[in-house]
């Protein structure tokens, strides 16, 4: 098991909703910029939203309004609420955290329609 685990990808109808989980074991993330990334099928990795260790946040533009990115402290992990999926969300989602390069080894979030 590596630095970071991510868990709560499944497969979902369209409008549906999940919920990712970042669980760092060895870590401490609570101060760290943490990321999520999620790459398509043929699709080159792209960056979804970010966490800054002063809680800064960001979304890319085609997550703004659907997904939040939270942090935990207590229990070390960074989740991913998304909303209203969209088949185009299909992806395996990654997290990262960007002190270290740390890389999870991903979960993948299938948007049925």
């Known amino acids: 098991q590596g630095p970071l685990v991510e868990s709560g990808g499944g497969s979902v109808e369209a409008g549906g909703s999940l919920r990712l989980s970042c669980a760092a074991s060895?870590?401490?993330?609570?101060?760290?910029?943490t990321e999520w990334y999620r790459q398509a099928p043929g699709k080159q990795r792209e960056l979804v939203a970010a966490i800054g260790g002063d809680g800064t946040l960001n979304y890319a533009d085609s997550a703004k309004g659907r997904f939040t990115i939270s942090r935990d402290s207590a229990k070390n992990t960074v989740s991913l609420q998304m909303n209203n999926l969209k088949p185009e969300d299909t992806a395996v989602y990654y997290c990262?955290?960007?002190?270290?390069?740390?890389w999870g080894k991903g979960t993948l979030v299938t948007v049925s329609s």
């Open positions: 990262h955290v960007v002190l270290g390069d740390f």
């Open positions: 060895s870590r401490d993330i609570r101060l760290r910029t």
